[in-house]
């Protein structure tokens, strides 16, 4: 079964850290180009960050030096490390395989909220 599933969301104060995982199944994060997204209440979903199976990243602005999108092969696994994390932040957070040419996967997302 071709899946992937978030985990790592939580409750944390501004300015402290999340480390967000997506495991994949049934398709290798090695190979194609992995992305989180987030979805605010009353907002469009919108990309966060990307890593193409080159290694490349893309940040949003608004996450740039605060985010860093990473994966760990051999377990299949992209990461999103969240630090410095400010309310606005508050969404829930979907991982998607982005490759070109290929059916869209997402996760189901996990629930990121930042207090003040």
């Known amino acids: 079964q071709v899946q992937l599933v978030e985990s790592g969301g939580g409750l944390v104060q501004a300015g402290g850290s999340l480390r967000l995982s997506c495991a994949a199944s049934?398709?290798?994060?090695?190979?194609?180009?992995m992305a989180w997204y987030r979805q605010a209440p009353g907002k469009q979903r919108e990309l966060v960050a990307a890593i193409t199976s080159g290694g490349i990243t893309n940040y949003a602005d608004s996450v740039k030096g605060r985010f860093t999108i990473f994966r760990d092969n051999a377990k299949n696994t992209v990461y999103l490390q969240m630090n410095s994390l400010k309310p606005e932040d508050t969404a829930v957070y979907y991982c998607?395989?982005?490759?070109?040419?290929?059916?869209?996967?997402w996760g189901q997302g996990t629930q990121v909220t930042v207090s003040s």
């Open positions: 998607k395989r982005d490759t070109l040419g290929l059916r869209e996967l």
């Open positions: 049934g398709t290798s994060i090695s190979i194609n180009t």
